[in-house]
Every structure is written in C-alpha cells, then in structure tokens.
C-alpha cells in the first residue's frame, strides 16, 4: 500500500476496506485455525486480522515494508520473507490464505492465486483495486494526474480467474463505490460507500470458499455387480474311490 494511506483521505478509505475484509471473512471458522497473508505489506490489515482471532502468519518480499510489518505486529504473528510466486509452506499448510494483489500482470496473478490455493484447505480471499469503478474511470479521464493506491484489475476477470482454479463457492464484495472526493468521512456520501454486493467500488475483496476434500470410493465399490465373478466350485483332485483307498 501506498503512503496516501497516511493522510486524511487514505485513513477514511482504509477503515473501509478493513470494514469489508472483516466482513468477508466473517464466514470463516477462527478459533484455532490458521490464516496467512500474502503480500501484507507494512501490516494495514495484519492487526485486524490477528484481532478477528485467526492465527496469522504474513509474507512480504520487500524488506523496508516486511520491517514495519514486524514492528506493527510484534510476538503476535510471524513476518516472513517470500514472493507470492513461491510461499515456502507445504500444501494445505493453512485453513485460509488472504491475498494482497501487488502486480498488474495477469501472468504473474494467475502464479500468485495458483501458490495461494496450494497452500490453503479451505479457502481464499483476494484483494485488489478495481479498474471497472467509478473512481479509476474519473482517475483515467483525468490523466492519471495523481497516483493510485495500486495495480488496478477488471472485477470479472478476478471472479473468472477463482472461478476457474478452485473448486467451490465464490463471493464478493466492494468498497469505495463513489469518486475519490466522497472517500473521506466528512463527505455527505461517505456513509454510502462501506459495503456493495455488486462490483461497483475502487477496492474489492473476492472470497473462494473450497469444498471438502472429496472421499475416495474403493474399488470394489467402482466394479458393478454383473461384472464381479460367480464362485467358482472347489476342485477335487483324484476320483473317489482313490480317496478311499487311501
């Protein structure tokens, strides 16, 4: 995340966006499971999570970022080192994985959600800025004069993207839904601008809830009825009056 986050404007945004990811979360089962945070930056939403009662572990590549991290979080969850390409865990090391899309590169997106899902049993929350919205569509009228909070993606291509890599259920929201004017808490529609169904908002979060792992039938069971051999009758070996005489 960009310093805007520090001003005014930026701090009246992030409150939502940690209204949103909270929210999106809520679903998900916290006492004694486990949540990493890909990409968390310099902690903006690590606190939150931790407080939501998840047992959190965050990775950051950039060092600068990974220290304010670890200052922001202290003994309460573990900073680690690693590219959202390459997350140093085993498979399903974790119940839930909260990524942070911190490229524009729709290859380089496609690794980072394919690692995700690889090291997470039971779901994925994706975070991202919005380039379909109102916001980023005045952002480009205006000639891109100011910066962007960060790499911006199209809602749907996101939802297809999950859709097409896991396999269960998904889900989003947004935030931020109004020009970059009404993102501040004095604005008359700041108060519209928390929680949107649709993908109208700057900042949106797309949840995949996976589905349980499928058992594995055995088999026997797998042969049909019809195809399994009749008993065959026992063999005697020699005629019956040898077996007498012996």
Known sequence: ???WHWKTKGLSALSKQQN?????LAVWPRRGKTLLEVNCGQGMFS???????????????RPELRARAAAAMGSR???AAAADD?????DSSFDGVVLHLSSGD??????????????SSGGLAVTFWNSASLAYLLHCLQGRKKTWPGPAHQWWSIWRLLKDMGDGKVCGMSTLAGPRSAWNHSCPLGGCVHKLPLPLGAWCVIR?????ARPVTPMPL??????????????????????NSQ
Not at 47 to 61: K, R, S
Not at 86 to 90: E, G, M
Not at 222 to 241: A, F, H, W
Request: net charge positive.
């Open 20 to 24: 949103l990811l909270q929210h999106s």
């Open 86 to 90: 390459h997350l140093p865990f085993d």
């Open 208 to 212: 995949l809830d996976l589905g349980p």
């Open 47 to 61: 606190p939150l999570l931790w407080e939501c009662g998840f047992d959190l572990t965050a990775t950051e590549l």
């Open 222 to 243: 797998k042969i049909k009825g019809q195809r399994l051999c009749r008993p065959e009758p026992v063999l005697e070996y020699g005629s019956k009056n040898s077996l």
């Open 106 to 119: 729709r290859e380089k997106v496609k690794i980072a959600v394919r690692e995700a899902l690889r090291v």
């Open 77 to 79: 969850a573990e900073i």
């Open 1 to 3: 995340m960009k310093r």
